[in-house]
């Protein structure tokens, strides 16, 4: 089985936080809170959600070893490749995966873009401090849930976490550019 091992996995996580940073740089300010697409996120709204959704990986991986391995199990699976696991996320999308409500942004909040832009990269450095304390091994045999796709790897819950982001990321290229 091919995968990802730690130092590619910071590497693409740092790639993927920092296409992001750059890419919302770059937009007008007076653009980062306002509605764009009726019914959705502003391009806040999708930070602060990626925010969410790092922060609850961080926390997890906060958790001592032998509480992880309590809580959620030891994998007894193969673990997926990179691909594998961006399949199974794309099959949730396609399936209609939604944000769950405790990772939503909120409707009508605004938002300092500076300061949510430094909150998203500290997650990102909380995310690489955790993520040196594991071995090789230990990212392949420790479990982490996922609320929509099930109990992850710590090594695919860096995958998920890699593309999720790049998932983000190219939904606002796509929908949130002025034309």
Do not use: C
Request: glycine content about 4%.
């Amino acid at each position: 089985m091919e995968y990802l091992n730690k130092k590619t996995l910071l590497t693409e996580l740092e790639n993927a936080f920092s296409d992001i940073v750059k890419w919302l740089n770059e937009q007008p300010e007076e653009q980062f809170n306002q509605i764009i697409i009726p019914d959705k996120w502003t391009m806040a709204g999708h930070l602060y959600h990626l925010i969410k959704s790092t922060r609850a990986v961080n926390k997890g991986l906060e958790m001592s070893k032998s509480t992880i391995l309590a809580m959620f199990g030891k994998n007894n699976r193969e673990e997926r490749s990179y691909q594998a696991t961006l399949d199974r996320y794309n099959d949730a999308l396609a399936k209609g995966l939604k944000a769950p409500s405790i990772f939503a942004a909120a409707t009508g909040r605004v938002f300092d873009k500076t300061e949510l832009i430094q909150r998203f990269t500290g997650e990102l450095e909380q995310l690489n401090s955790h993520l040196e304390k594991w071995d090789e091994k230990s990212l392949s045999d420790y479990l982490l849930p996922h609320p929509e796709i099930g109990k992850l790897t710590i090594r695919e819950m860096m995958y998920f976490t890699t593309f999720h982001t790049i998932h983000h990321l190219q939904t606002l290229k796509d929908n949130y550019v002025m034309k």
